[in-house]
């Protein structure tokens, strides 16, 4: 069965601090993978997502990006954290976007 | 115009009592529709697909109506437990899941 691993689920980081966290997915190959940040009380925010090794998109200019050195390993990153970065982040995965997207549990970032 | 648009409610309601609530979508090139489930600080669970036809799962029932670009979700005879945020999710061939805001639902005993 697929899975998905999200770590660390809860991070208080200073402002200027670099940033990384990292999903990692098994059982399952080629997925679509995204990173969305919910802030609180708001929806999810589309901030990268990638159809394959290597390929990232970007939805909005900030301070933030992600690599994906690994079919099944997606990497959010920043060098140095805004306290607008605080927030809700979310790794998910689907084999299609005509079926069920699976989250990771999240990463609630505080930064201070 | 945001893609996708939600009432955010709070929909405050009684345990046995019905909830509706819509969902607007702006591109008329979406191709799928989805309702998930939030609860409290955790992350969104598929609760439903939305067919064209309009689909039922147990005490629930979404609908789609293309012309009027929006979806919506009735739920029947609530429980405590159906009290959590409703994500409206639309898709189009481009891989983006595009989320609306939520709607909050409350049932009270």
């Known amino acids: 069965s697929q899975t998905i691993h999200q770590w660390p689920a809860t991070l208080v980081q200073p402002v200027g601090s670099p940033l990384s966290l990292e999903c990692t997915v098994e059982g399952t190959s080629n997925p679509n993978l995204y990173w969305y940040r919910q802030a609180a009380g708001r929806g999810l925010q589309l901030l990268f997502y990638?159809?394959?090794?290597?390929?990232i998109s970007s939805e909005v200019p900030q301070n933030l990006s992600a690599s994906r050195p690994q079919d099944r390993q997606f990497i959010l990153s920043s060098k140095k954290l805004l306290l607008s970065d605080s927030g809700f982040y979310l790794c998910a995965w689907s084999v299609s976007v005509a079926i069920e997207a699976f989250f990771g549990q999240g990463t609630r970032l505080t930064v201070v | 115009r945001k893609e996708v648009e939600q009432d955010p409610g709070p929909f405050n309601v009684p345990e046995g009592a019905t909830v509706a609530f819509n969902c607007t979508y702006s591109n008329s090139a979406s191709q799928s529709f989805f309702w998930y489930r939030q609860d409290c600080r955790k992350e969104p669970k598929l609760l439903m697909s939305v067919y064209s036809s309009g689909n039922e799962d147990g005490r629930f029932t979404a609908q789609l109506n293309r012309a009027s670009q929006y979806i919506s979700l009735l739920i029947r005879d609530s429980k405590l437990s159906d009290s959590a945020t409703y994500l409206c999710?639309?898709?189009?061939?481009?891989?983006?899941?595009?989320f609306g805001a939520g709607t909050t639902v409350t049932v009270r005993a």
């Open positions: 990638s159809v394959g090794i290597g390929q």
């Open positions: 999710v639309v898709t189009r061939n481009d891989y983006k899941l595009s």
